[in-house]
């Protein structure tokens, strides 16, 4: 069975472009989460993370007024809802990244997938697999 991105995606936290980098941090601190996605008419247009925050704050002379649009990592890297794990994985991998937006057949925001996710998917995977032999270990 081919594991979907659709099937694990988490829901996605967003922004608009001109939304304060205090409105960020806030959404994240809030959901305990490490990123939100930037969108204009639903459409993924950039990533804020929590590393871009505090590098934007602590060193780049930005204040909490300052909009998102101005330290959003951009382009942003994305992957289709249909797509597999194995799709992700090379992704991210090849991109560098830790995150990925998931996209609809209109391009539109429909979740993220985040190293963590996949890591969580495929240690399960193993566990199973390590169930599967496990018997035949004790035999020997």
């Known amino acids: 069975m081919k594991h979907y991105i659709e099937h694990f995606a988490k829901p ?9 980098l205090a409105a960020a941090a806030r959404i994240m601190a809030k959901h305990n989460v490490g990123a939100v996605v930037v969108v204009e008419s639903r459409q993924p247009v950039g990533i804020v993370t929590d590393r871009d925050l505090a590098l934007a704050l602590a060193v780049d002379g930005a204040t909490p007024l300052t909009p998102v649009v101005k330290v959003m990592t951009t ?65 020997r």
Do not use: H, K, Y
């Open 12 to 20: 996605v936290l967003t922004l608009g472009p001109a939304d304060s």
């Open 75 to 139: 382009p942003i890297e994305t992957i289709s809802m249909r797509e597999g794990v194995f799709q992700a994985t090379q992704v991210m991998r090849e991109r560098n990244v830790r995150r990925l937006a998931v996209v609809d057949d209109e391009e539109e925001i429909a979740g993220i997938v985040t190293l963590d996710d996949l890591l969580r998917l495929l240690s399960s995977e193993l566990s199973n697999l390590v169930e599967c032999i496990s018997p035949e270990m004790q035999v």
